[in-house]
């Protein structure tokens, strides 16, 4: 029997199952793939990765051959740890593997998105382009990541510093009060004694209660890592009264141009919503899409699918109906994903300017409280002395 005859029967015997593992764009481990783990890789991808990637474009879209350009990029890295990435890719494609194929490598700098994305631009000839997409995703994801971190950042200082100063004062100064307040015979106010009360029983039980909190902060941490413990924790994040609607903005914009960078890159749409899944960063939203890429698979269009479902607004929906019936979807939902950009930043900016001054009622409430229940015996040492 030929070679070809042994390959065909040998194909024709594979199951159907077995066939859509092996087209499927996720992370499958396949035979002679090894996948390495990469030290510091949170900060490679959030820091390093956009900027190789528009490098990468540049250089290829310039007629550079992908060996040389990778060897040029590990030459200009500044990481250790991601010039070593860009060495193993570039042994791995002289050994004679594909790009996308390399990346597969290094699942927590790759992702799933990124891998599709660059099987896609090789499959059509077009990895320069398609690349310089992924560089322009990687950006807008960078770029709103900064503008969410650093609207949390001083309202986090602010009520971290809060906490600090109200539990120094509790177990250090409030004793030095409570102290001289022994020397005098007189019945302290209630706000003195509730907390004298509050010290003497942190300082007592301090040695159980900060091991208690603690272990029940890592049995927390443990229980929100769960499937059923992180399900839940994303449905309160999006019932939150103030952020829960930041929070829903964001992923509506993260799945919009995900599906949009993905649908242009060619890659087939029920593995697009497959990819793009995971790509909203809350679970809530992932089964939504998963339940609805059912139905696409079934026949169903998308808007359909999504239509009536709680987190996807309405005006979204009829958006990407508008591009469906066009043939213009990736374009529609480029728009939708610029639209709830521009809404995040108008939320975030809101939401700074609105709890600045819940921040100052809250630090002037816990500090200025303990104080003036401190100074309430103070007012009344006149009367004490003279008795």
């Known amino acids: 029997m030929s070679p070809l005859v042994r390959n065909r029967s040998h194909a024709a015997s594979e199951t159907p199952k077995a066939k859509r593992t092996e087209t499927r764009p996720g992370p499958a481990k396949r035979p002679g793939v090894r996948r390495r783990s990469v030290p510091g890789a949170r900060k490679i991808v959030s820091k390093e990765l956009p900027g190789f990637s528009r490098q990468l474009s540049a250089m290829l879209g310039a007629g550079m051959s992908i060996v040389a350009t990778l060897d040029a990029l590990k030459d200009q890295a500044v990481n250790p740890n991601f010039k070593a990435v860009i060495g193993g890719l570039h042994d791995s494609i002289e050994g004679g593997a594909a790009f996308s194929e390399a990346l597969r490598n290094y699942p927590s700098i790759f992702d799933n998105l990124y891998i599709s994305m660059v099987r896609s631009g090789e499959m059509g ?64 106010p209630g706000p003195t004694q509730f907390l004298i009360a509050l010290s003497d029983g942190a300082r007592a039980y301090s040695i159980y209660v900060f091991p208690a909190l603690l272990v029940a902060f890592f049995l927390f941490r443990y229980w929100a890592k769960q499937p059923s413990g992180a399900l839940t924790m994303d449905r309160v994040k999006l019932r939150m009264p103030v952020f829960g609607p930041l929070l829903q903005k964001v992923a509506m914009a993260r799945f919009a141009r995900t599906f949009a960078q993905l649908l242009r890159s060619g890659v087939p749409i029920l593995s697009a ?115």
């Not at 809530?284 to 899409?289: E, R």
């Not at 979204?316 to 709830?340: L, P």
């Open 125 to 188: 000839g077009q990895l320069a382009e398609t690349v310089g997409r992924v560089a322009s995703f990687l950006e807008a994801s960078a770029k709103l990541k900064r503008k969410v971190k650093s609207a949390m950042t001083y309202p986090t200082v602010v009520f971290c510093i809060s906490i600090a100063l109200a539990v120094a004062m509790i177990l250090f100064i409030v004793p030095v009060f409570a102290d001289m307040f022994e020397d005098f015979d007189a019945t302290l």
């Open 273 to 387: 919503l497959d990819i793009v899944a995971s790509a909203t960063g809350n679970l809530v939203v992932m089964g939504i899409v998963n339940q609805a890429q059912k139905q696409v698979e079934s026949g169903e269009l998308l808007s359909v699918a999504l239509k009536g479902k709680p987190v996807f607004p309405g005006m979204m929906v009829r958006m990407m109906a508008a591009g469906e019936k066009t043939g213009r979807i990736d374009e529609m939902m480029d728009s939708i994903a610029d639209f709830y950009d521009d809404e995040v930043e108008t939320a975030l900016a809101g939401l700074t300017s609105m709890i600045e001054p819940f921040l100052m009622v809250f630090l002037g409430v816990i500090v200025g409280g303990i104080l003036i229940g401190m100074f309430l015996p103070i007012f009344q040492l006149g009367e004490v002395v003279t008795m």
